[in-house]
């Protein structure tokens, strides 16, 4: 694919609902970033996944969070009960390597919980 | 909490006007990089900064990374419209991660 995409753009659920958000990486990128993004503000890192590595997790808020990559390609973060405060934009990024590397971001999943 | 903070968080200027952002912290980081996002959009990347000291430029935006590896200004030079965002600068802690700033809006009117 052209870029990093992500799905779905737009979650809304209710409180206590589970949530998965999908990413697929650019092809052939073996390093994978989450962060969240509250409103209008900077990026909060979450997780870091490079290639069949044990990923770093120390980003994640809570144990509700959990994040996957399967194959070293697509990654799935899962949001277990969600919480009002858990709504915010989460960002994918991937990159070819690690090390200063460009991250290329994909377009978010607006995440509302009610 | 390794923080960065921006100065300003909002910008609003007219077209034609120079301005800098600021982005500080009290930690070394070992390169910094500046985005630039759009609504709905992630954010991209203008400039990777990796020397203490290094002044880049890209077209009519100046990068400068402090001598100390600490801090970096972003100016821009004769803002016009399509320079609006939010600018975010991220510092590199080790191989991989990356501590990003509070944000600056920049909206620049015609």
């Known amino acids: 694919g052209a870029g990093v995409s992500q799905s779905p753009s737009n979650k809304v659920t209710e409180k206590g609902k589970d949530v998965e958000l999908r990413c697929d990486p650019i092809s052939g990128h073996t390093a994978l970033y989450w962060y969240r993004q509250s409103l209008g503000q900077g990026l909060e890192f979450l997780i870091y996944?490079?290639?069949?590595?044990?990923?770093?997790k120390s980003g994640l808020p809570s144990d509700r969070f959990s994040a996957e990559r399967t194959g070293g390609s697509v990654s799935t973060l899962t949001i277990q009960r969600t919480q009002q405060e858990d709504s915010a934009v989460y960002l994918c990024?991937?990159?070819?390597?690690?090390?200063?590397?460009?991250?290329?971001f994909g377009p978010g999943t607006r995440l509302l919980v009610l | 909490t390794q923080l960065l903070e921006q100065s300003p968080q909002f910008l609003s200027i007219q077209e034609g006007e120079n301005l800098t952002v600021y982005c500080n912290s009290s930690s070394v980081f070992s390169s910094l990089q500046w985005y630039r996002q759009e609504p709905g959009e992630g954010p991209v990347l203008l400039v990777t900064?990796?020397?203490?000291?290094e002044v880049k430029k890209l077209k009519r935006l100046t990068f400068q990374f402090g001598d100390a590896r600490k801090d970096s200004s972003l100016h821009i030079t004769a803002a016009q419209p399509g320079d609006t965002g939010l600018y975010l600068c991220?510092?590199?802690?080790?191989?991989?991660?990356?501590?990003f700033g509070t944000g600056t809006r920049l909206k620049v009117l015609a």
């Open positions: 900064v990796v020397t203490g000291g």
């Open positions: 990024a991937s990159s070819q390597r690690t090390s200063q590397e460009t991250q290329y």
């Open positions: 996944f490079q290639g069949n590595s044990a990923p770093d």
């Open positions: 991220a510092g590199a802690k080790g191989t991989y991660k990356y501590i």
